[in-house]
């Protein structure tokens, strides 16, 4: 079966330090990766998303970026955080045979920029 | 998309009582939808889709409901239960390996 790991669970972090959030896939070849984020009480923000390694469309500009090294792992960074930075960082990936693309989600980051 | 910065409408129902959360979609072009449950400080988890060429599809407790003339989609719990105390999304499949999310219902039970 499928399983999506994400970590750190929470990080606090103070204004202007970098960023290194990690998402990985096990058991499934070539899935499309995705990074949300959702501020509290809101909804789901699409980041970026990748569909193969290498590959990484952004959504919305901000300074966070992705990279994907490897098949089943996705990074989100940030060089310098910003307070609005601030959220739950959800990962989650579907596979590119999935007729509804069906995305399943990580367990997610909580981060606090301060 | 651009009601990521709105805060949740919240729906309040009594335990045991039906519940009725909506949600508009914007793409005729769409083929599924699906509708996921976000628990508190959880990811987002599957509940039910449906195909566009279908108007109902039930699940065990769930029926979702598609009326594509007026873009509207709705997920029908019976017999709410207090485990059904979550934020609800719809989401429509438009293609390019992306699915777009409605802005969430934060459903809470009544004892």
């Known amino acids: 079966s499928q399983t999506i790991h994400q970590w750190p669970a929470t990080l606090v972090q103070p204004v202007g330090s970098p960023l290194s959030l990690e998402c990985t896939v096990e058991?499934?070849?070539?899935?499309?990766l995705y990074w949300y984020r959702q501020a509290a009480g809101r909804g789901l923000q699409l980041l970026f998303y990748s569909v193969g390694i290498g590959q990484i469309s952004s959504e919305v500009p901000q300074n966070l970026s992705a990279s994907r090294p490897q098949d089943r792992q996705f990074i989100l960074s940030s060089k310098k955080l910003l307070l609005s930075d601030s959220g739950f960082y959800l990962c989650?990936?579907?596979?590119?045979?999935?007729?509804?693309?069906?995305?399943?989600f990580g367990p997610g980051t909580r981060l606090t920029v301060l | 998309g651009e009601s990521v910065g709105l805060h949740l409408p919240t729906l309040s129902v009594q335990e045991g009582d039906n519940s009725i959360i909506n949600c508009a979609y914007s793409n005729s072009a769409s083929d599924y939808f699906i509708w996921y449950k976000q628990e508190s400080g959880k990811g987002p988890q599957f509940i039910i889709d449906i195909r566009s060429n279908m108007d109902k599809r039930q699940g065990q407790r769930v029926t979702v409901l598609l009326n594509k003339t007026v873009k509207h989609l709705s997920l029908q719990i019976a017999a709410t239960q207090p485990g059904d105390s979550a934020v609800y999304f719809c989401a429509e499949n438009i293609g390019a390996q992306k699915l777009v999310f409605g802005q969430g219902t934060r459903l809470t039970i009544n004892p």
């Open positions: 058991g499934t070849s070539n899935p499309n």
């Open positions: 989650a990936w579907s596979s590119w045979l999935a007729v509804n693309n069906e995305q399943f």
